[in-house]
């Protein structure tokens, strides 16, 4: 039934959409499909980072799975993808339901409803105000603003819970094995839909200890999260979460102490009441879990929106979450409601019900017709600007800005200072240098920025642009200092970066580069300009970089006695390099670069990304867990068998 809702969507290629985040996730998809099966470092975005940092692998794999399988591009792969399952996701409202309450008619109800409406446009007038015929919350998200990776995240949710409680109810060993699967599905597939379920997986555990007081239900509460864990071990690694969390910074607001106390004692207070209330009472186990997931997201949603409330991360990314979790109250509400004795009550649960429905008229009306199509999609700007630089300047490294940086990669392989998901970067300059170039009002720290870093073009936008964003606050400043190159006469502009060699690779003085400082902030040119002095006005010894694929690169350059090579790709442990056979040490250099100390004369170096331990250790772990969960399932077969 949802799939016929959403029944262009299967369909569509390119939407009117060009604001949309789906850019990213397309263009990394289109880049694993042409590297594949597993490019360990992704060259084209923040200088270069770890492949597995850009995001959870499960999207990125199924959308490329999909466009080789069947032929399509990726844009369209993407769609089928996402549309499949966010109809997979209304089922698990059921599933979910109907575990939880063992009433069919309040799963059909739950998952009605998480089809058509969303209870938080009662409170959160902004979200109501951008849904066009009152389009679902979840829905919007995904299709106006590409959260492809939330949305089926949050699909996979309700699943790993209905198998969580399957678990600690029956102990089966299957439903265990289920629910870990799922589980693992969910972080695999956006970390905003891990937080979820971070929150709703103790307050189901905490539902059952208290109502049943089984120390049994320790089991599965305990292996569900390891065998979990496990099945993500070979890319979920220390450094992931190390990564992570440091660039949390860039997407997000710090948390505040006080909203940590505030949520502690919440705790406190929902463990006491419904240790007076449903100790010992197993026909209470619903009502406490959709009790606590009311109250607790509804501090962390409401309180941030109206009280700045933030314990990490945005709250206000999980409004779909708490659409979810009011339409389980609600129903858990209604189906108490539809039992009690007298007409009333029933009276009050049509009345509630009929009125509710009621408002998704509109959109039952338009539903065909959330999903404007753009098959024109070469007279976009965004297509146009990375479509010159591909057959121009394939090789240069640039910085497209606003909706033209989203789409830059979605057709070619192009380098470019920028990239889709800055949780995944390594060199935090990276971000400086953004920042600075769009808000700054002068020339020179932008463009000393892009010399640093190796970028050879940027590309800027004035109003007149179709481009959508336009992050440059001050656009006009590169005008009469740097030379134009691509000019549509439609406010679209590509500026050359004067850069002495066009290869990423320097020979320097080694005494300099070591006695430079990195830079202390946005505008601190005196560093930025001792940088580029040393990398662009050093020995006339030029030296080449070629790429032999995503992983390995081969160096060039002739050293004299005191020099050293830096390569402007961002510094990362796992690189190593040799030169005739003899290693050379790699170090980070002041701007977060590959500095190489390769002894004097014409060498060739060869540079490769070697597998991390801590990946390899990873994969031992995650194939153990798939052995243990394939036990599991054969476990609970045998059981089926011998009943």
Not at 59 to 66: E, F, M, N, S, W
Not at 107 to 115: E, I, K, Q, R
Not at 351 to 362: E, I, K, N, Q, R
Not at 562 to 567: A, K, T
Request: aromatic share 14%; glycine share 6%.
């Amino acid at each position: 039934m949802t799939a016929a809702l959403i029944r262009p969507y299967f369909k569509a290629k390119y939407t009117d959409k060009w604001a949309s985040i789906e850019s990213t996730f397309i263009a990394d998809a289109r880049f694993l499909i042409d590297h594949w099966p597993h490019p360990q470092w992704q060259p084209l975005w923040y200088g270069g980072t770890r492949f597995d940092y850009i995001y959870p692998p499960a999207l990125r794999y199924g959308t490329a799975v999909i466009s080789k399988t069947f032929g399509y591009w990726p844009v369209k792969a993407y769609h089928v993808y996402t549309a499949f399952f966010y109809c997979i996701g209304i089922a698990g409202v059921f599933l979910l339901i109907r575990t939880g309450t063992r009433s069919r008619r309040a799963a059909w109800l739950g998952a009605a409803a998480a089809a058509l409406m969303s209870p938080s446009f009662l409170i959160l007038k902004e979200f109501r105000d951008d849904a066009w015929m009152l389009l679902p919350l979840r829905l919007g998200v995904l299709v106006k603003y590409g959260e492809g990776p939330h949305m089926t995240a949050l699909a996979f949710v309700p699943i790993a819970l209905a198998f969580t409680w399957m678990a600690m109810e029956a102990r089966r060993p299957a439903a265990l094995a289920a629910a870990a699967v799922f589980s693992a599905a969910v972080a695999s597939n956006n970390f905003y839909g891990a937080t979820a379920l971070a929150v709703f997986y103790p307050i189901l555990v905490w539902s059952f200890w208290i109502t049943r007081q089984d120390r049994r239900i320790l089991v599965p509460a305990l292996a569900i999260p390891v065998l979990a864990y496990g099945l993500t071990a070979f890319w979920l690694v220390p450094s992931y979460f190390k990564v992570t969390s440091e660039n949390m910074k860039y997407v997000s607001e710090h948390g505040t102490t006080w909203s940590i106390w505030i949520a502690v004692i919440a705790a406190i207070a929902f463990a006491l009441a419904t240790d007076r209330w449903a100790r010992g009472k197993p026909q209470r186990t619903w009502a406490v879990f959709t009790g606590g997931n009311v109250l607790f997201f509804s501090l962390d949603i409401l309180g941030n929106k109206f009280f700045n409330f933030r314990i990490a991360g945005e709250p206000l990314r999980l409004v779909p979450e708490l659409d979810l979790v009011y339409i389980l109250g609600v129903v858990t509400v209604l189906l108490w409601m539809w039992d009690l004795p007298g007409r009333w009550p029933r009276a009050t649960v049509i009345a509630v019900t009929l009125a509710a429905f009621a408002t998704t008229a509109g959109y039952l009306r338009h539903a065909w017709h959330m999903f404007p199509l753009w098959p024109d999609y070469q007279n976009r700007v965004e297509y146009q600007v990375s479509e010159w630089l591909w057959k121009n300047m394939p090789e240069a490294r640039a910085y497209p800005s606003g909706s033209v940086r989203f789409w830059y990669d979605t057709w070619h392989d192009l380098p470019q200072l920028g990239g889709g998901s800055e949780q995944g970067l390594l060199n935090g300059f990276v971000e400086n240098a953004q920042w600075e170039l769009n808000l700054g009002p002068n020339a020179e720290p932008g463009i000393l920025w892009l010399q640093s870093m190796g970028v050879d073009t940027v590309y800027v936008s004035d109003k007149r642009s179709q481009e959508v964003f336009k992050d440059f606050v001050h656009p006009e400043k590169f005008e009469s200092v740097l030379p134009v190159i691509y000019d549509d006469h439609k406010g679209n502009f590509v500026y050359r970066v004067p850069r002495r060699y066009p290869s990423r690779a320097r020979v320097v003085e080694t005494a300099r580069l070591q006695s430079l400082k990195p830079p202390q902030g946005n505008v601190d040119v005196e560093n930025m300009r001792a940088y580029v002095e040393v990398i662009e006005r050093g020995p006339d010894s030029p030296a080449t970089v070629a790429r032999n694929g995503t992983d390995a690169m081969s160096v060039r350059a002739k050293l004299a006695p005191g020099q050293s090579i830096v390569v402007q790709e961002s510094y990362d442990p796992a690189w190593q390099a040799w030169s005739g056979g003899q290693p050379i040490a790699i170090h980070k250099d002041p701007m977060g670069l590959m500095a190489l100390d390769a002894p004097p004369g014409e060498q060739e170096i060869q540079l490769r990304f070697v597998t991390p331990l801590e990946n390899q250790v990873g994969r031992a772990v995650t194939a153990v867990s798939l052995l243990a969960v394939l036990a599991l399932f054969g476990l609970g077969v045998r059981a089926r068998q011998r009943v």
